[in-house]
């Protein structure tokens, strides 16, 4: 009999949390043949990652995964053998009572944000007795290293990946009315919040030697976008020319064919959870923007990805990287975006090259899905000996 599992996502403001809920689900039912109910209490935003989805569906199966509107009051449910609430979005009053009505109760889980920071490995599954009812909520966070609980990618990635680059490419470039990038040029996709250091970092790329084509999925640096070009608006399709640079405003992507996207292109910028494991996987060089929060407390974030990413590159070359990273993110730094950019080119060959090799250390963290899938059902088959 196929274990089943609940899935609960609160979309917040972003795309990162339903696309990170969305994989995830698709990876249990499809790697490891579960029984997957997911609750999204915004499926119109799921339907931009996700066309197939029906915004007005309470229930729909897409992907083998049984796809459930979230909604207030919640209605009696029986829940599965695995609750899983995605980033702390606090499971309904209804549901934790059937939960705790259970024998054995479910195996309650929450899944956080992924962190390079070291005390990620100390807390990850540590468990959490809930104050009235008989539950315990185990935290499992997600990691770069094997005592953390790995990272999300399907099991077939790289092979798919190898396929698209080896034959795919140009049709995805003539999608866009775009042919295949000349030798000199280089092509880099642009997806990040609203970024103070975008003007510079645009005009960096307007005075560059080499022509640079930057590919902007409409999204929410489109109006920013649209002041430094002096336009009224900017709609996907439109293309402009400065100097060096080219820019493209693509459609919004759906999660296939962003995978693309950062497959095609040789520098991506990234923002948030999703899409930077997303870049890192492409074995692309990348620059990441983290969620901004308040404090700055992002920056602690950016610093420990930093020191694992550039641990096997030269010292120019992680110089580069980090300057542009930190730069890109607020962190004060002595160099100006140009500078940092053309310390970026200097070091394009290596940064390249470690790219690869980069994508190939992170599966010693092993997969996410794997990784929770142990973990629940070695807590399931403890309750049920406890619980004859």
């Known amino acids: 009999m196929r274990t089943t599992w609940d899935i609960f ?19 249990l039912v499809n790697e490891h043949g579960l029984a997957v109910r997911l609750w999204v209490d915004d499926l119109h935003v799921f339907q931009r990652i996700w066309p197939a989805i029906d915004p007005n569906a309470a229930e729909q199966s897409c992907e083998g995964v049984t796809v459930c509107a979230w909604r207030a009051p919640f209605a009696a449910t029986e829940p599965a053998q695995v609750v899983l609430e995605a980033f702390g979005c606090a499971l309904p009053e209804a549901f934790l009572t059937a939960m705790s009505a259970q024998s054995p109760p479910p195996v309650w889980i929450n899944l956080e ?13 540590l468990p959490s007795p809930h104050p009235r009812l008989p539950l315990t909520k185990h935290f499992f966070f997600p990691g770069y290293t094997p005592d953390t609980g790995g990272l999300l990618a399907e099991a077939d990635l790289a092979e798919r990946r190898a396929a ?11 999608q866009f009315g775009l042919d295949t990038p000349h030798p000199d ?20 790329w307007v005075a560059d030697t080499r022509p640079v084509t930057c590919l902007v999925p409409e999204g929410r640096l489109i109006p920013q976008l649209a002041d430094w070009l002096a336009v009224s608006s900017l709609p996907a399709g439109e293309v ?25 292109c040789k520098l991506n910028f990234v923002r948030g959870e999703d899409s930077c494991v997303r870049a890192q996987w ?5 620059v990441w923007q983290a969620y901004p929060q308040v404090g700055n407390v992002h920056w602690d974030k950016v610093n420990a990805l930093l020191v694992h990413y550039t641990e096997w590159l030269d010292r120019a070359a992680a110089r580069a990287v980090t300057d542009i990273w930190q730069h890109w993110n607020g962190i004060p730094a002595a160099d100006n975006m140009a ?17 690869g090799a980069w994508c190939d250390r992170l599966r010693l963290a092993g997969r996410l899905t794997d990784k929770l899938v142990d973990f629940a059902e070695n807590k399931i088959k403890c309750r049920v000996f406890s619980n004859p």
């Open 9 to 27: 996502c609160n979309v917040v403001d972003n795309y990162g949390d339903i696309g990170i809920a969305w994989r995830l689900a698709r990876g």
């Open 339 to 355: 500078a940092c950019w053309a310390a970026w080119r200097a070091q394009q060959a290596a940064i390249e090259q470690h790219a």
């Open 282 to 286: 492409a074995a692309r060089p990348l």
């Open 164 to 174: 698209f680059v080896r034959a795919e490419t140009p049709a995805f470039w003539r």
């Open 240 to 264: 402009h020319r400065r100097g060096a640079l080219r820019l493209h405003v693509l459609p919004f992507l759906n999660q296939d064919a962003y995978d693309h996207l950062l497959w095609a």
């Open 113 to 125: 944000y992924l962190s390079a920071e070291p005390w990620v490995a100390e807390h990850h599954g």
């Open 185 to 204: 040029e280089l092509r880099v996709s642009l997806f990040a919040y609203e970024n103070p250091a975008l003007p510079d970092l645009l005009d960096a």
